[in-house]
C-alpha cells in the first residue's frame, strides 16, 4: 500500500502562483511515476502533468509553460508550480503514484481544492 499526503492548495487571483506538493509513504518502487490529475465540477478528471523517477516529464497542453513538475526522490516527493493561473485551472487536484508506471499498481491522493478568481 502506499500513502499520498497532499498540500498547498487554497485561493489565488488569476495570474498568481500556488505550489502543490505530495508526499509519498509505503511501498514505493524505484521506478514509478508520479503526477498530478485535476477535476473540474461535471468533468472528467485529467492529467495535468507526470514525472517518472527516471526525470521524464510529461504535460497537458494546456499548462505547458506555465505549471512545472519536479520530484525529490529521496523523499519520494512530487511538485507542482503552477504559474500566471487561469480560472479554468480552478479544481480539485489529485496526486498519482503509479509503480512501475503499469496503470496497474496505482494510488491516488485525496485531492487539494484550487480555485482561481477572476
Known amino acids: 500500500q502506499v500513502q499520498l499526503v497532499e498540500s498547498g492548495g487554497g485561493l489565488v487571483q488569476a495570474g498568481g502562483s500556488l505550489r502543490l506538493s505530495c508526499a509519498a509513504s509505503?511501498?514505493?518502487?524505484?521506478?514509478?511515476?508520479m503526477g498530478w490529475y485535476r477535476q473540474a465540477p461535471g468533468k472528467q478528471r485529467e492529467l495535468v502533468a507526470s514525472?517518472?523517477?527516471?526525470?521524464?516529464?510529461n504535460y497537458a497542453d494546456s499548462v505547458k509553460g506555465r505549471f512545472t513538475i519536479s520530484r525529490d526522490n529521496a523523499k519520494n516527493t512530487v511538485y507542482l508550480q503552477m504559474n500566471s493561473l487561469k480560472p479554468e485551472d480552478t479544481a480539485v487536484y489529485y496526486c498519482?503514484?503509479?509503480?512501475?508506471?503499469?496503470?496497474?499498481?496505482?494510488?491516488w491522493g485525496q485531492g487539494t481544492q484550487v480555485t482561481v478568481s477572476s
Open positions: 509505503g511501498s514505493i518502487f524505484s521506478i514509478n511515476a
Open positions: 514525472i517518472i523517477s527516471t526525470g521524464s516529464t
Open positions: 498519482n503514484l503509479d509503480n512501475w508506471v503499469s496503470g496497474i499498481d496505482a494510488y
